[in-house]
């Protein structure tokens, strides 16, 4: 047995992951896709009330940046921004500029899309979407 393998101790993380770490670092593209693909931050869930509320953490925008597109005949909502466009017309230079836009489908058709309503307060969007009333469970009384 050449002595050359017993001496061999390979690094707990061995020459591969330090590799891939400063090759993904050179990858900028695909390194900024990672850093943004879940922005905005959102949180979806059901209210007392049994309605679908949705809040999304969005410091730094103005109420006059975000746009929310409901077509129920899709059942979809989107909310969009775009951050920095009158910068543009003003002579401005923004180095980052925030863009976004998620479409939510609403696949089990029970929310009564017409009647959403939303605030923005703080850097924080909040849209509520009520349930269809023909969907609400009802409750009797037993005689």
Same mark, same amino acid.
């Given at each position: 047995m050449s002595t050359a393998l017993t001496n061999y101790r390979p690094s707990l993380l061995g020459r591969g992951v330090f590799d891939e770490i400063f090759d993904? &670092?050179?990858?900028?593209?695909?390194? &900024?896709?990672?850093?943004?693909?879940?922005?905005? +931050?959102?949180?979806?869930?059901?209210?007392?009330g049994g309605n679908t509320a949705m809040e999304f953490a969005l410091a730094g925008f103005s109420k006059d940046d975000l746009s929310i597109e409901i077509k129920p005949e899709k059942n979809s909502i989107t909310v969009s921004a775009t951050q920095g466009e009158d910068d543009k017309k003003k002579g401005f230079h923004r180095i980052a500029r925030r863009n976004f836009s998620k479409t939510y489908i609403n696949y089990d058709n029970n929310l009564d899309l017409g009647n959403a309503?939303?605030?923005f307060e703080n850097g924080l969007?909040?849209?509520? +979407?009520? +349930?269809?009333?023909e969907v609400k469970p009802l409750t009797i009384s037993i005689k």
């Amino acid at each position: 047995m050449s002595t050359a393998l017993t001496n061999y101790r390979p690094s707990l993380l061995g020459r591969g992951v330090f590799d891939e770490i400063f090759d993904s &670092m050179l990858d900028f593209p695909s390194l &900024m896709n990672r850093t943004t693909q879940g922005y905005p +931050v959102a949180d979806i869930y059901r209210d007392d009330g049994g309605n679908t509320a949705m809040e999304f953490a969005l410091a730094g925008f103005s109420k006059d940046d975000l746009s929310i597109e409901i077509k129920p005949e899709k059942n979809s909502i989107t909310v969009s921004a775009t951050q920095g466009e009158d910068d543009k017309k003003k002579g401005f230079h923004r180095i980052a500029r925030r863009n976004f836009s998620k479409t939510y489908i609403n696949y089990d058709n029970n929310l009564d899309l017409g009647n959403a309503t939303a605030e923005f307060e703080n850097g924080l969007l909040r849209l509520v +979407v009520p +349930v269809k009333p023909e969907v609400k469970p009802l409750t009797i009384s037993i005689k």
